[in-house]
């Protein structure tokens, strides 16, 4: 089965400094991995995506994240928050098996300080 | 990247009634899948919807509360039964592109008294 754990359900940074925000996956095959981002009230974004091919990988806005199968990781990165990066995200898992539904994370929400 | 619209985007309905929620996609797609986000939660799969074949549903999801349509490549709906107050939740429509990227719609806010 596979499966992703956030390890933090809040995380609060100052604006400008860097966020960080943490996933660790499990699986028997080769995973597709995905960040998904939700402001309030409105639908998912998706942010970025790794698929086997490099494993930094770089999305919308300025995140980045790096896929390290050593550690099953797939952390999502910015260098500098801005205000506007305050919402909830999603670590997201697909195993490349025929099967196409995501597994969903439980979320992280980040709070943007001023 | 494929667009998707909802209808409803909200509804307030009364317990034991029944609510049917479309999804429409501006291009034709194999699969589709419906998902749950029960408040303050991440996002559950219900079923995925081919086109031409029975849902599939998932580990504690089952036909005779979900019913879901799927007539054609553009088109889905998901009907939520004998709705109670623990049905309150945002339903989202999701598709598949050519490039393996999953979109998401809107999503139906459902509240159910």
């Known amino acids: 089965a596979q499966s992703v754990t956030q390890l933090d359900s809040h995380v609060s940074v100052s604006e400008g400094t860097p966020v960080l925000l943490r996933c660790n996956y499990s699986?028997?095959?080769?995973?597709?991995l995905f960040w998904y981002v939700q402001h309030p009230n409105k639908g998912l974004q998706l942010l970025l995506k790794y698929t086997s091919a490099a494993t930094l990988v770089k999305g919308i806005n300025g995140f980045e994240a790096e896929f390290k199968k050593s550690e099953t990781s797939f952390h999502l990165t910015k260098p500098s928050a801005h205000m506007s990066d305050a919402a909830e995200y999603f670590c997201?898992?697909?195993?490349?098996?025929?099967?196409?539904?995501?597994?969903f994370g439980s979320g992280t929400r980040l709070q943007v300080q001023p | 990247s494929a667009v998707i619209s909802q209808k409803p985007s909200r509804d307030i309905c009364q317990r034991g009634t029944s609510l049917t929620i479309q999804c429409q996609v501006d291009?034709?797609?194999?699969?589709m899948f419906w998902y749950r986000q029960q408040p303050g939660q991440s996002l559950t799969l219900i079923a995925t919807?081919?086109?031409?074949?029975?849902?599939?549903?998932e580990s504690g999801f089952v036909i005779d509360k979900f019913p879901i349509s799927r007539p054609n490549l553009t088109f889905s709906t998901l009907t939520v039964s004998n709705m109670s107050p623990e049905d309150s939740s945002i339903y989202l429509c999701?598709?598949?592109?050519?490039?393996?990227?999953?979109?998401f719609g809107p999503g139906t806010r459902l509240t159910v008294l």
């Open positions: 997201v898992v697909r195993m490349d098996t025929g099967r196409r539904a995501l597994t």
């Open positions: 919807a081919n086109q031409g074949s029975e849902a599939t549903y």
């Open positions: 699986s028997s095959y080769s995973p597709s």
């Open positions: 999701s598709t598949l592109s050519s490039y393996n990227e999953q979109f």
């Open positions: 291009s034709q797609v194999t699969m």
